[in-house]
């Protein structure tokens, strides 16, 4: 096995008569069709750097078995918002790991979704730092709690929403942090 040093975003959303061929389209959309995608939990890998799209994609070649955390969020209803969304969150001690999450869901803007993607990452790293939080705070005031304690550096999230389609076709969208050696 294999400890990632690179991780990138991406997203994107596909339309198709059939199911399975919106779900491709949206992998054609987010540029990560080519790949083998297996997903993984939520670890951010201790000195992983964020790179961009392109130059995650120079290190991958067709086929490659690839490890990503993948939100999916599919429907074929006209006029329903879908949503899928990666957050990420980042201690601030070199050396230690952060987290990824995926959240999928319907009726929420592309903030909202990010939103709470980036919340569901902040607090599963905020527990395993013992920052004291109250679950039952809204996202800005924990945020701040994070933020105050000096434990957690940064977080952040790539979000994509859409609207069902009015010919009752397939819509997907996805939303990935893609794992590069």
Not at 63 to 73: D, F, N, R, S
Not at 112 to 138: H, R, V
Request: net charge negative; proline share 4%; hydrophobic share 40%.
């Amino acid at each position: 096995m294999y400890v990632p040093r690179y991780m990138f975003f991406t997203k994107g959303i596909g339309v198709a008569k059939e199911k399975l061929a919106s779900f491709e389209n949206a992998l054609r959309e987010a540029q990560i069709a080519h790949l083998n995608l297996v997903k993984v939990s939520s670890i951010f890998p201790p000195h992983c750097k964020i790179i961009d799209i392109d130059e995650g994609l120079s290190h991958l070649e067709p086929g490659e078995i690839t490890h990503c955390v993948l939100a999916k969020q599919q429907n074929d209803e006209p006029g329903r918002r879908i949503v899928a969304s990666i957050g990420l969150a980042l201690p601030t001690e070199e050396g230690r790991y952060g987290y990824l999450s995926e959240h999928h869901g319907f009726g929420q803007t592309e903030t909202e979704a990010g939103d709470y993607a980036e919340d569901l990452a902040a607090s599963m790293l905020a527990n395993t730092l013992g920052i004291d939080f109250d679950p039952d705070k809204d996202y800005d005031e924990r945020s701040e709690i994070y933020k105050m304690s000096g434990k957690i550096v940064e977080s952040q999230h790539m979000s994509l929403a859409a609207i069902g389609v009015e010919d009752r076709r397939w819509t997907t969208v996805v939303a990935a942090a893609i794992f590069v050696r």
